[in-house]
């Protein structure tokens, strides 16, 4: 789970740093970077509860 | 103002230093007493260990806008993702130049950064482990976004590539030395672990107070002072702020932190009956870590909207990241300097400019969490693989100054050892 994680939030910014180089209008630009942060914020949420059991096992 | 902006640069990033020292200070404070030598000691080394770090390859990497940079061509664009400057500074005339300021004053940020990661792990992180750690911050992960930022790269290209705004704006380091700094912190937490006695079988957190309230408030005003440095450096040098434009900048940085403070200590007093100290000084740093990005952009009352939110947040965040995150932060090192950055970041896009600014921030906050935090993590990762970065149960039990130190930062005091163990 944390593994995929990080590859979502690896894949996320891949989404922004795409739509940066590739596009060419606010609009699209926009639309592709909250679709990119809303990937990232599913990845922190994966690796979250990831380390979340690993900590309250470790404690 | 009529003083040479290089000049006024060079003064006010003499009070950078202080910054670090104000964090230092709050690391100790928020610690265990028999572990506060070594956070002392852990924070002189660290800022060494970067500023050599940063002097071998760090500023060959994050270079200075106008420098020799590798670029790429991507649909007609061109993109500047790495400087191409040799190491250990060679070839550059170190005489008051820009490109030389930028030098110094990237020593000192990477340093800042490096420090951030001290309060997640104190009490149980070696010494050894967070010198490496440092090195590697500032020696790679940190040039890197800054270069981004402030180097000429593609971050802060993205008003004239794109036409966002002016590109990703972050006079004082909002992003590229709070964020990356605290998202590091995060990352050590994880990696390192809780404190023994931190989380009860169940998952309950136990309350571990900081041993010194005074150190505590005192780094704040010290870090004020090196924040006001910090800030004032940082738009001159990055974004050719005028110096007459110093006098906002210095009053956003007060106001903010100013506004944070007050903001923690009605939020704690209206929820546990009482001001508490230690979220007062974090939401105090936490406003300063959010005003930063913005400091030379926005009106005063921008700056007062967003230190009081940031004064909100990070008392939410502290308790959030305890409890629900099961992380354990001594110094509070994620919510202020990682969420307040974060939010820094943020609020220059919501009220610094139009909506295409707002999309140059959110960039940049998707480059910290889907480049910056999996690489830190990572390369922390690595090196805890081969290089255990947390001391060993029996450094825990005596105190990491008696284990590690040989000495305490308190002999004439009675310590107990097993206060904070579960019985």
């Known amino acids: ?59 | 103002m009529s003083m040479n902006p290089m000049a006024l640069c060079f003064l006010f990033s003499l009070l950078v230093p202080l910054a670090g020292a104000g964090i230092a200070l709050i690391n100790a404070g928020l610690g265990r007493s028999r572990s506060a030598a070594h956070a002392m000691l852990a924070s002189l080394s660290v800022i060494a260990v970067a500023a050599l770090a940063y002097f071998v390859c760090g500023f060959a990497w994050q270079g200075f806008a106008g420098l020799p940079a590798h670029t790429l061509t991507v649909a007609g664009k061109t993109w500047n993702w790495l400087a191409a400057e040799p190491f250990f500074l060679r070839g550059l005339a170190l005489d008051g130049s820009p490109a030389s300021l930028a030098v110094w004053l990237g020593m000192l940020s990477a340093g800042l950064a490096a420090l951030i990661p001290l309060g997640s792990g104190a009490d149980r992180w070696r010494l050894g482990a967070s010198c490496a750690s440092a090195a590697l911050l500032a020696g790679f992960v940190y040039p890197l976004f800054a270069h981004w930022v402030w180097g000429g790269g593609w971050l802060g290209q993205l008003g004239v590539n794109n036409q966002l705004g002016g590109g990703f704006l972050d006079a004082g380091g909002s992003g590229s030395i709070q964020a990356v700094g605290g998202l590091t912190a995060l990352c050590i937490a994880w990696i390192l672990g809780p404190r023994r006695g931190k989380y009860g079988p169940d998952g309950t957190p136990a309350a571990i107070p900081g041993h010194n309230a005074v150190l505590v408030l005192f780094g704040c005003l010290a870090a004020l002072v090196g924040w006001l440095g910090l800030n004032c450096a940082g738009s001159i040098l990055y974004y050719g702020v005028e110096p007459g434009r110093m006098v906002l900048v210095a009053i956003n940085t007060t106001l903010g932190a100013g506004a944070a403070a007050l903001a923690s200590a009605a939020v704690t007093r209206t929820r546990f009956g009482k001001p508490d100290a230690s979220l007062c000084a974090n939401g105090w740093v936490g406003g300063l870590a959010a005003g930063s990005a913005g400091c030379a952009f926005v009106v005063p009352v921008v700056a007062v909207l967003t230190g009081a939110a940031a004064g909100i947040l990070v008392v939410f965040a502290v308790e959030w990241i305890e409890l629900h995150l099961s992380v354990d932060d001594p110094g509070g090192a994620v919510a202020v300097h990682a969420a307040g950055g974060i939010w820094g970041v943020i609020a220059v896009g919501l009220f610094g400019g139009g909506p295409g600014q707002l999309v140059a921030q959110l960039a940049g906050l998707a480059t910290l969490l889907g480049c910056i935090l999996p690489l830190t993590y990572g390369v922390n990762r690595v090196l805890d693989r081969f290089y255990r970065q947390r001391v060993a149960v029996e450094g825990e039990r005596r105190g990491m100054d008696l284990f590690e130190l040989g000495a305490g930062a308190y002999p004439e005091f009675m310590t107990h050892t097993e206060d904070f163990t579960q019985r």
């Open chain 1, 1 to 59: 789970m944390e593994l995929a994680g990080f590859m979502l939030l690896v894949a996320g910014w891949a989404i922004v740093a795409a739509a940066a180089a590739l596009l060419k209008t606010v609009p699209l630009e926009t639309a592709f970077t909250v679709a990119g942060l809303a990937t990232e914020v599913v990845g922190l949420v994966l690796v979250i509860r990831a380390h979340r059991g690993t900590q309250a096992a470790r404690g």
